[in-house]
Structures are given as C-alpha cells and as structure tokens.
C-alpha cells in the first residue's frame, strides 16, 4: 500500500498541516479535532479526556474555521497542548523557504508535538516512522531543483512524495507455512497437516478437454482424461502429501456451508475430532424491554419546553434528553438558521423595548422610524465580524422588520409589558424555565403572548392530538392569558397567526384550523402537556416517532431507526 494509505502517516500530514494552520492563524475544523485526537502526540493518553471536551467546544462553534483566540480561554485544561502550540507559533518561518528548510520545520513541529512519544509504537508503526524519516528526505531532492515555496505547496508535494512509496511490514519469521497441494509437492517438514481431504479434492472429477477426440486425450495421457489417469494421479498426489513428513495428519470437515461433505475414498478417516468448545461460552440470550427507563428523580429540567415537544413527537426522542448528550450544529459559511433567529430576535426584543406602545410606534415619523429599527439591528449584530454576510443579513433583516412593523401597526391598540421574560413553568410537577418573546397587553385588557418564527409557523401545531410547538400552550395554561400568536418572519411573508379568547385581539385569522375555542383549547392543553409531562417523568421510552418526527431528529443512532 502506498504510505499515505497508513494512519500514521496520515496522522504526520494531519500534524502538519495544523501548524501551517497555527502559522496562519486559520484553523480548519476538521484538521484540529483530528490532530488533536491523534495517540501519537505527547500525552495523548493523559489529556485524553479534556481532549476530547476542547473538541466538542470546536464542532459548537460550527464554523469550519476558527481562530486559535477564540479558544484560548479553554486551552488551560490542556497544559500540554497549549504549551506546543506556543512553541510553534512562537517559530514562525519564512513565507517562501527551500524544501530541505521545510523539512527542517517539518521535524522540528513533529519534535514540539512530540511525535511517537507518549507510548512504544508497535513494530509496524515503528518501520512505517522509520520509512517516513526515510522518504521525507525526497524533499531534500526538490530541493536542487526548484526554488523557495510556501507551506501548503512543501506539505502537498510532501505527500505526493510519500504517495509514491509502497510500504509492506516485514513480520517476524513463523515456523509454519500455508501451502497448496501442488506447492508442497516434494518438500519435507518436522510435521504436516492436510486438510480438507474430501472426495472432492481426491480423486480429482473426470474432465476431458473439450476440443481434442477422449481417446486421442487418453493417447496423450492428457490430466483427467480417464478413470486410470485420475486414479494415478490420486495415488501419486496421496503419497507426495505422506511423504510431507514422518508425522502426517489428514482431516476433512464433515459439512461446510450447510452442505454435507464426503472424505476421500483413498484413506480410512478413524477418528472423529471433538469441536473444542471455546472458552469463552455465549450467554443465552435475554429480552429486555426497552420501552420504559427508571422514573425521573430530579424535577427540575432544562429545556422542559424541547423535552415535552420530543416526548409528544416520539417517547424515546423525549428520553433521549435524559441522557444529556450535545448535539453540535454542522459548520457554516456566514449566519446560519439559528444565528439568522437570534438577530432578529434581538433586534426586536430592543425595538420593542423603546417603543412600548402602538400609541409610540405610530407617533414616529419614517425617519426616525428607520433610523431606530437601524440602530438596533445594528446592536444585535455588532458580535459578528464584519463581512459582507453582515452587510447582507443587516439588509435582510431591516426588511422584515419593516413589514412587521407596517403590521403591528394596524393591530388593534396595544401596549408591550415584556419582552424576552424568563418565566417558570411548572407541568404536572416537572419544573422547567422559558423564554417568552413578548407578551402585550390589548386595549380591551386581554393579554397576548408571541412567539418570533422564522420559518413558516402553523396555528395547526398546537392543536390536535400532539402539540407540536408547546411553547405558547404552556405559557397559557401556566398564566393569565387571553391569546397565543406566531409572528412569521421570513421573505414569503410576514404575518400574526393566533388564536384568542376574544376574536378582535388578533388581526383576523383564517377560520380553517383544528383549534377548539379558547377555553376548551386550554382545557386539551392541559390534559395533553400533563399526560406528556407525566410520561416523561416515569420513563416513557417507547421508539414510536409521529409523522415527520424523526425528520430533524438527531437521536436515530440512539434509537436504530433507519430514516
Ligand atoms: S429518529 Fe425518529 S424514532 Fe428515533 S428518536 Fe428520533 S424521532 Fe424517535
């Protein structure tokens, strides 16, 4: 196999490449957690763990590239690690250097990492470093070649190098051989073993050649062209294989692959061999129901909205959370969905932390209305490094709030008393906190909650059997409140979608929804988050996904279900 078929000359590229990267200042996702995990730099064994953290810390950055500020505050759990990469970087080379000075710096970050050293290697990882310290010297050809280049182009032609050589580990020499029939002719060992003699291997089948007449193929004494010949060749082939050794074993298996098998009719097989039983016995095996785990002892939960909503959609979606495992975003150019939510979240949550009032809002003139709406937009943003994404997504997110806001100002009069309030829900008995987005008060004195969507939200999903965004549901039945609503955000369109104790706190909405009125809304809403709560506590666990559950469901390597 080529070399760079090998994990630890993988690993070698790997380590490489993260210095470039530590040179650079730009270091790739995937090139850090895996060098990171590599068992071949210094204590690898010891900071294993916290390794293992500081990786999970890079994937929730979901960025495939990241600067190695952003993760210097971490870097303390790993002592040794921070202190290589001082080094390397504390090293910089040349920007443009000869392959033989490349190697050089090649070596010297493999001995700063500390390569091979934090445990023996293996024989053949042991000859794989020593064909690597062997072949890398190809640089030091390119060198009275070619002039200065960069790090990526001494890396890349450094791995075309080694691509070149093929590698096979010399193993220790074994006293026993494997051969076939023919091979072993006339050879001698202190012992043989011939299996498989069956009926099929001696006497071989008559076979006569196709295009020669069978009597001029007998004439010509042509292999298996007749019964005597076969039976010739059987006996001679029988005594080359006795005459192996003085001690000859001859064996055949009794049946192979469901078949039953025959022993050659040339020997008298008188012994049967026992099947050694393995040490090691299989346990029988044992069912276990794994619908029902063990009844929640800690009421207080975090995230008890997801949980109730997964524990609706699929029992074991819902256990799953008990498990406390993360679930890391995939690494993005630009905002992402989730980072898209929060900027427009927050700049909302700002805008209507000023304007309180419709009375407010339409006593502002269109100036000072885009200027506020910029102002804070601005604000929610002002983290982000400045890209041309930034610009775009300042763009983007004015618009929506534009129309919005050309919205909220035909509602009915209205005034703001919150926004982003943290409450504490408490469902039949599981205790949990959320985040409300904004919660008004009507000019009638109804009270009605939103919720910012950015997707296209359903009234639908809070009613019917399974309350598929609970949020709203449980801040309604948890307080005094006349009316739920979704507020879409996103380029189709922009609109308020809820439901309402008394119809004209809301702008009209479509009558076409499974929703009952709103006290008997809340009624089901209470008996269906109770019975999800309670299912929940004492361990539900069943894998009975609903529709399109399992769709941006994470937990199928959990729950085996092929989606
Ligand atoms: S993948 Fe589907 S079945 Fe599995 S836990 Fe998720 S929702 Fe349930």
Redesign the pocket.
């Known amino acids: 196999m080529p070399l760079t078929d090998y994990p630890l000359i993988r690993h070698i590229l790997t380590l490489l490449k993260l210095c470039e990267q530590l040179q650079n200042n730009r270091i790739n996702t995937d090139t850090f957690n895996t060098a990171i995990a590599s068992p071949y730099i210094a204590h690898a064994q010891q900071e294993q763990s916290v390794r293992a953290v500081l990786s999970n810390r890079v994937l929730s950055f979901s960025q495939t590239h990241f600067k190695l500020t952003r993760l210097e505050q971490y870097l303390d759990s790993t002592p040794t690690l921070k202190a290589q990469f001082k080094s390397i970087i504390s090293q910089p080379p040349p920007r443009q250097q000869s392959y033989d000075q490349w190697l050089r710096f090649f070596n010297d970050c493999l001995q700063i990492l500390g390569f091979a050293t934090d445990r023996t290697l293996s024989s053949t990882e042991y000859q794989l470093f020593n064909k690597y310290q062997a072949s890398s010297l190809g640089l030091n050809q390119l060198a009275q070649t070619y002039g200065k280049v960069g790090i990526s182009q001494a890396i890349s032609n450094l791995e075309h190098w080694l691509s070149q050589v093929i590698f096979q580990a010399q193993s220790a020499k074994t006293p026993i051989q494997i051969l076939g029939s023919l091979e072993a002719e006339g050879l001698y060992y202190d012992a043989a073993w011939v299996l498989d003699m069956t009926n099929d291997f001696l006497p071989a089948a008559l076979n006569s050649p196709r295009f020669i007449p069978a009597d001029i193929a007998q004439q010509q004494q042509i292999p298996h062209s007749s019964f005597e010949l076969i039976a010739k060749d059987a006996q001679d082939t029988l005594n080359d294989l006795i005459n192996l050794s003085d001690a000859v074993i001859f064996s055949y298996a009794k049946s192979h692959q469901a078949s039953d098998r025959q022993p050659s009719p040339l020997l008298k097989f008188e012994t049967e061999t026992q099947i050694l039983q393995h040490k090691y016995q299989n346990t029988d095996l044992e069912s276990l129901a794994d619908i029902q785990a063990n009844q929640l002892a800690d009421k207080q939960v975090r995230g008890g909205v997801g949980i109730l909503k997964d524990q609706m959609?699929?029992a074991?979606?819902g256990f799953?959370h008990r498990l406390n495992t993360r679930i890391f975003d995939d690494p993005h150019i630009g905002f992402d969905r989730k980072e898209q939510g929060t900027i427009v979240h927050n700049a909302l949550q700002y805008f209507y932390q000023e304007i309180t009032s419709q009375a407010s809002l339409l006593a502002l003139s269109d100036e000072a209305l885009n200027t506020l709406i910029e102002q804070k937009i601005a604000l929610a943003i002002e983290h982000y490094a400045d890209t041309g994404f930034k610009t775009i997504e300042k763009i983007r997110v004015k618009e929506l709030m534009q129309q919005f806001i050309v919205c909220d100002k035909q509602r009915e009069s209205f005034s703001v008393i919150s926004t982003e309030q943290t409450i504490n829900a408490n469902i039949a008995g599981l205790q949990f906190t959320t985040r409300l987005d904004r919660l008004d008060e009507m000019g009638n004195g109804d009270r009605i909650v939103f919720d910012y969507k950015i997707g296209k939200p359903s009234v639908a999903s809070w009613c019917g059997e399974v309350i598929k965004e609970p949020q709203l549901p449980i801040y309604a039945i948890s307080n005094n409140t006349q009316g739920i609503a979704f507020i879409q955000l996103n380029a189709d369109k922009v609109s308020i979608k809820g439901l309402s104790k008394d119809p004209n706190s809301l702008p009209k909405q479509s009558s076409r929804n499974s929703c009952l009125d709103w006290d008997e809304q809340q009624h089901s809403w209470h008996a269906t988050l109770n019975t999800a709560s309670q299912d929940f506590q004492i361990g539900k666990a069943a894998?009975l996904?609903t529709k399109a559950?399992?769709d941006y469901?994470d937990?199928?390597a959990l729950?085996r279900?092929e989606?």
């Open positions: 959609a699929c074991f979606k799953a894998v996904p559950a399992c469901c937990y199928d729950c279900v989606k």
